[in-house]
């Protein structure tokens, strides 16, 4: 006999995003539950989210991106944590696959879900950017680290981590602007974390890092391939590598510095 079909909760964290939120929970009306955890917002996010679900919540004391998922899960209920941000969509191939999933699931499973982003124009295939991370995992297993920037899923040791095909649609920047305002955030975050540590940094390691990071995504990720979206994209990245390193070098040597 096959075990009872598991029900699903997707997590949701918002700041500000009216524009893409209708498109990402249209994309996961077929869930069990939607939880949104807003950090308030201005425009009409949390008014949007209201009209797709009853589980919105407010947290304005700004934890990270870690704790905020924590947060987000910590109001869920299903068996099954699906995290998406609110510029993602599911794909119908992965749609599908999760609910099959879900008819009999594995046990101490975790999955990991491609995520395909479009940036300036197209879809990129390489630069590093067309790949996979965990994002369907059970909510009484795990969940997401206390990482303020680039959180990720906790896999507990001997747990399984499997794959389902299909995407994870990712419309992450509307322009240049947009790219830089969150690559800035970024790099604060991550700044913010370094400092806290103790650590240093120099303006040495800065262009090193950047430079390193344009090879890897335009050569060794094949980044060409992408067009000059790709190259683009490549020394956005390289800038941003940067920032985040002259960010911390500059709290350094800045005895005016406050946070």
Same mark, same amino acid.
């Given at each position: 006999?096959?075990?009872?079909?598991?029900?699903?909760?997707?997590?949701?964290?918002?700041?500000?995003?009216?524009?893409?939120?209708?498109?990402? =929970?249209?994309? !996961? %009306? @077929? *869930?069990?539950?939607?939880?949104?955890?807003? #950090? $308030?917002?201005?425009?009409?996010?949390?008014? +949007?989210?209201?009209?797709?679900?009853?589980?919105?919540?407010?947290?304005?004391?700004?934890?990270?991106?870690?704790?905020?998922?924590?947060?987000?899960?910590?109001?869920?209920?299903?068996?099954?944590i699906?995290?998406?941000?609110?510029?993602?969509?599911?794909?119908e191939?992965l749609?599908?696959?999760?609910?099959?999933?879900?008819?009999?699931?594995?046990?101490?499973?975790?999955?990991? =879900?491609?995520? !395909? %982003? @479009? *940036?300036?124009?197209?879809?990129?295939?390489? #630069? $590093?950017?067309?790949?996979?991370?965990?994002? +369907?995992?059970?909510?009484?297993?795990?969940?997401?680290?206390d990482?303020?920037?680039?959180?990720?899923?906790?896999?507990?040791?001997?747990?399984q981590?499997?794959?389902?095909?299909?995407?994870i649609?990712?419309?992450?920047?509307?322009?240049?602007?947009?790219?830089?305002?969150?690559?800035?955030?970024?790099?604060?975050?991550?700044?913010?974390?370094?400092?806290?540590?103790?650590?240093?940094?120099?303006?040495?390691?800065?262009?090193?890092?950047?430079?390193?990071?344009?090879?890897?995504?335009?050569?060794?990720?094949?980044?060409?391939?992408?067009?000059?979206?790709?190259?683009?994209?490549?020394?956005?990245?390289?800038?941003?590598?940067?920032?985040?390193?002259?960010?911390?070098?500059?709290?350094?040597?800045?005895?005016?510095?406050?946070?």
């Open positions: 006999m096959s075990a009872r079909q598991a029900s699903i909760s997707a997590i949701i964290i918002t700041k500000n995003e009216q524009d893409s939120l209708k498109d990402c =929970l249209e994309s !996961l %009306t @077929w *869930v069990d539950q939607i939880v949104v955890v807003d #950090s $308030g917002s201005t425009d009409g996010t949390v008014e +949007l989210a209201k009209q797709y679900t009853q589980d919105v919540y407010s947290n304005l004391d700004w934890p990270g991106f870690g704790k905020q998922k924590q947060l987000a899960q910590s109001y869920a209920s299903g068996d099954w699906l995290a998406v941000d609110a510029d993602e969509r599911i794909d191939t749609r599908n696959n999760i609910q099959t999933m879900l008819e009999n699931p594995p046990s101490n499973t975790v999955f990991n =879900l491609n995520e !395909l %982003t @479009w *940036v300036f124009g197209r879809f990129l295939k390489h #630069s $590093g950017w067309y790949y996979r991370h965990i994002r +369907l995992y059970p909510r009484e297993l795990t969940g997401y680290n990482n303020l920037v680039h959180e990720s899923v906790t896999v507990p040791d001997g747990c981590v499997a794959e389902l095909d299909g995407d649609l990712h419309y992450s920047y509307k322009n240049i602007e947009h790219y830089l305002v969150k690559s800035a955030g970024y790099a604060k975050a991550w700044a913010d974390q370094r400092e806290a540590k103790g650590k240093r940094a120099s303006l040495g390691q800065g262009i090193v890092h950047a430079i390193g990071c344009f090879a890897k995504m335009y050569l060794l990720k094949r980044g060409f391939l992408d067009g000059k979206a790709g190259f683009l994209i490549a020394l956005l990245s390289a800038h941003s590598t940067f920032v985040k390193y002259a960010d911390l070098w500059a709290r350094e040597n800045d005895s005016h510095y406050k946070k």
